[in-house]
């Protein structure tokens, strides 16, 4: 089956347990929460804080009624969101940091082309894995489409497990500058060559004030620094203290926060896996290796492409036949069912890879 036909295997059932944290915000960040037996998609979720949090106007955030809908890898997060959509009329948008990149359909488990002609869907698959996506260009695309009405009369729903871009929903977080292709790249060769303890050192007779925040081998933050000093003639932490506005209503807003049982998220993650094998996923970590990308692009970085990557190194003879797959332990992923990167996502860590 092409991958762009293959309907994506995370299901709305009975085994999801949904999270009702003190407020919708720290259900949405945190850890902690309460566990309650599902109860369908009529239950209200974590709105009982929307009001607690801070003194909001009714007004301040840009976009009303939203739904965010969070959790874990394969937890059924999109297809809870295209249940809602449907019943609603609303529109998805993807806050996923993987699902924003092309080639990746199976690796990172977008929606396919059944689920894409029941409901709108926007943000996926736009942005080339050789670019670096982040937070803040996440943002601007968010606020595009508010800009061009294409969420205006219609319910947005918010899916994915990247807790910063949440953040930047409810928040609002700091505009940083565009970096201009050359200069970024000027300083990953920088850091290659040179290493992250010499940029570090180039960063105190710079900007010593972010050099102090750093630690000598962080490589990837002090490369951020320097690019940022570059492209703009301003200090990162000049940038960090200028914070924008949420882009959400949260008065209006609801949020859903999706923790499943361990055991059984376990399983799905097995059934998952390999039904990306069957679905093409190895051909798809083939057109990644052909670009020869940067390790260090974010897209490079996906739990799934990881692995496939292994599975594609280790189990294809020179005459690419595939050697099945040693056992199933070998089909999970590596990393905590509920992912792992540096920013802060619904359960205390991102959990953008391989997602419903």
Same mark, same amino acid.
């Given at each position: 089956m092409p991958a762009g036909n293959a309907r994506s295997q995370a299901i709305v059932s009975?085994?999801?347990?949904?999270v009702l944290a003190p407020t919708a915000w720290e259900a949405l960040f945190a850890r902690a929460g309460v566990s309650a037996p599902p109860a369908g998609l009529e239950t209200s979720v974590a709105t009982s804080g929307m009001k607690e949090t801070q003194e909001k106007t009714a007004d301040e955030g840009r976009v009303k009624d939203a739904i965010?809908?969070?959790?874990?890898?394969?937890?059924g997060k999109s297809a809870l969101a295209l249940e809602i959509a449907e019943r609603t009329g609303g529109v998805i948008v993807n806050t996923d940091s993987m699902q924003g990149y092309s080639i990746l359909d199976v690796l990172t488990a977008r929606p396919g082309a059944e689920d894409l $002609? *029941? %409901?709108?869907?926007? /943000?996926?698959?736009?942005?080339?894995?050789?670019?670096?996506?982040?937070t803040g260009a996440w943002q601007r695309d968010v606020v595009d489409l508010i800009e061009k009405k294409a969420l205006a009369g219609r319910r947005p729903i918010f899916v994915g497990g990247t807790g910063l871009y949440f953040r930047a929903l409810a928040e609002g977080i700091s505009d940083m500058p565009e970096i201009p292709s050359h200069i970024r790249e000027r300083w990953r060769h920088e850091l290659v060559e040179r290493g992250a303890p010499r940029l570090h050192r180039e960063l105190m007779l710079r900007d010593s004030a972010m050099a102090?925040?750093?630690?000598?081998?962080?490589?990837?933050?002090? $490369? *951020? %620094?320097?690019?940022? /000093?570059?492209?703009s003639g301003r200090s990162i932490l000049t940038w960090q203290g200028q914070r924008g506005a949420p882009l959400i209503d949260r008065d209006s807003a609801r949020c859903f926060v999706i923790d499943p049982d361990r055991e059984i998220l376990r399983e799905r993650i097995n059934r998952r896996f390999?039904?990306?094998?069957?679905?093409?996923?190895?051909e798809e970590v083939r057109q990644i290796l052909a670009l020869d990308l940067d390790p260090a692009l974010p897209a490079m970085k996906a739990i799934a492409c990881v692995?496939?990557?292994?599975?594609?190194?280790?189990?294809?003879t020179p005459a690419r036949r595939w050697n099945g797959p040693r056992s199933r332990q070998d089909n999970m992923p590596s990393a905590n069912p509920h992912g792992s990167e540096t920013s802060s996502g619904p359960n205390g860590k991102d959990c953008c890879q391989m997602k419903p």
């Open positions: 009975p085994s999801q347990r949904v965010l809908i969070a959790g874990p890898t394969a937890s $002609a *029941r %409901a709108p869907h926007f /943000l996926y698959g736009h942005v080339h894995p050789s670019i670096p996506y982040s102090m925040q750093l630690r000598p081998n962080d490589g990837q933050r002090i $490369a *951020r %620094a320097l690019e940022v /000093l570059d492209a390999d039904t990306m094998i069957e679905h093409g996923a190895l692995n496939c990557r292994r599975s594609w190194m280790e189990r294809w």
